[in-house]
């Protein structure tokens, strides 16, 4: 098999290439792991009233939001085993159960994606490229997921599927190519992980090819909605040691969405030589509440996931039932994370727009400025002083 030498270890794992899927019952003990379980998952998405009422008591209001929605919904059913029968409050259940808020518009913008990925602009650029900054390039493989967020801000694109792009994912290679300017990919979706392994394992190689690109980075769902994923042929597809590393950022917005197998799945992924991150989004009613905030972020460093970006909800259509005021997210790194818990656990907060990520970090630890001086507030309200060095 191609690459096996690069698989930087060998584990007792059997090599899922060679064998045929057997068809079983969802199991979510990792010692009795089925071979490519996680394609039964996805073949098995709950995305009917009938499933889902197997999973959760259905409340009348969610019964009518899912018969009038438009929108694609769904979850794996490892997604929908974690949330609660009984709550509709339940912060799983808010992310996966279409809501008639979803027909409610005041803040977003129609045609959100074409102004925010700039597909309008003057740059002619293969539909599967997105682009914001000169040096690294969002690379989007396919429109289908492990879960249809109700949030998502690429809803026409994955959820509504209003947005008919058209992804070619050779003529992406090719622009690539081209552009040696371009130092990093981010293969985004959808869920690029969902493709079978030979076609990661090309698109790796492709971009491996350039000897402009310098890293590859995957931006995955997969590895909390569905770890089982997570396979040694995944493991072998993306690890071992190579020049052009691989990161991978995942979205996990509440602690309760993280459970054993998303443990070992990204245990799996760290010890294969792929690094792990985490973007979550501020929303309403989920995580804007102190403990969820902080415990979340805590949860992602017990499980060796390092906290990279909180998102501000941003301004698509039919969303804003998520949305909290913009100095949320601040507040609630001021007042539960920075000097409260762990370092490592602190995100940087930002809002992704038309003109590129903008931290949202207001000065609050600044609290006064003059000729002489700063004066410097911490966590508790002290302040101290530190020089002002002259230019
Ligand atoms: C988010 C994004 C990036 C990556 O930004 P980072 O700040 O490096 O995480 C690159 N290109 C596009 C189009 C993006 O949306
Ligand atoms: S996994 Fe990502 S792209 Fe897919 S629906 Fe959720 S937020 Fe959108």
């Not at 059997?14 to 039964?40: C, G, S, Y």
């Not at 979803?102 to 002619?124: H, Q, T, V």
């Not at 997105?130 to 997921?145: G, S």
């Amino acid at each position: 098999m191609k690459n096996q030498q690069q698989y930087p270890f060998k584990t007792n794992e059997m090599n899922i290439h060679n064998v045929k899927p057997k068809q079983t019952a969802f199991k979510f003990d990792r010692e009795n792991l089925e071979i490519e379980e996680w394609q039964e998952q996805m073949k098995n998405q709950v995305d009917t009233l009938e499933e889902l009422e197997k999973y959760i008591n259905v409340t009348d209001e969610e019964r009518d939001a899912i018969r009038n929605t438009t929108a694609k919904w769904g979850t794996t059913p490892y997604f929908a085993s974690l949330m609660d029968r009984e709550d509709p409050n339940d912060p799983i259940r808010k992310q996966v159960v279409p809501s008639k808020y979803e027909k409610e518009n005041r803040y977003g913008i129609e045609n959100y994606l074409i102004f925010k990925e700039n597909r309008s602009g003057k740059e002619d650029r293969p539909d599967t490229i997105a682009r914001q900054y000169r040096d690294r390039i969002a690379f989007t493989v396919v429109n289908k997921c492990g879960i249809y967020c109700r949030h998502c801000f690429r809803k026409e694109l994955v959820v509504d599927e209003t947005l008919d792009l058209h992804f070619n994912v050779d003529e992406g290679l090719d622009w690539i190519r081209e552009h040696k300017e371009i130092r990093e990919v981010l293969v985004t979706g959808g869920d690029p992980l969902l493709l079978t392994d030979d076609k990661i394992e090309y698109i790796i190689q492709k971009l491996r090819e350039n000897p402009h690109i310098e890293m590859i980075r995957f931006g995955s769902r997969l590895p909390v909605v569905l770890p089982q994923r997570v396979t040694s042929g995944l493991k072998r597809v993306l690890g071992g040691y190579h020049k052009v590393p691989i990161w991978l950022n995942t979205q996990c917005n509440h602690a309760k969405e993280i459970t054993e197998l998303t443990a070992r799945a990204v245990w799996d992924l760290l010890t294969s030589g792929v690094n792990v991150g985490n973007q979550a989004v501020l929303m309403k009613g989920i995580n804007d509440d102190e403990k969820s905030f902080q415990e979340l972020h805590q949860t992602l460093l017990n499980i060796r996931i390092r906290p990279y970006y909180v998102f501000y909800l941003e301004p698509a259509p039919g969303i804003d039932h998520f949305r909290t005021p913009v100095e949320k997210g601040a507040e609630l790194i001021r007042d539960t994370i920075r000097g409260h818990t762990s370092g490592l656990a602190q995100p940087m907060y930002v809002i992704a727009t038309n003109i590129g990520k903008i931290p949202l970090m207001p000065d609050y630890y600044i609290q006064e400025k003059n000729e002489k001086e700063y004066i410097l507030k911490n966590h508790r309200g002290e302040t101290t002083t530190l020089p002002n060095i002259p230019q």
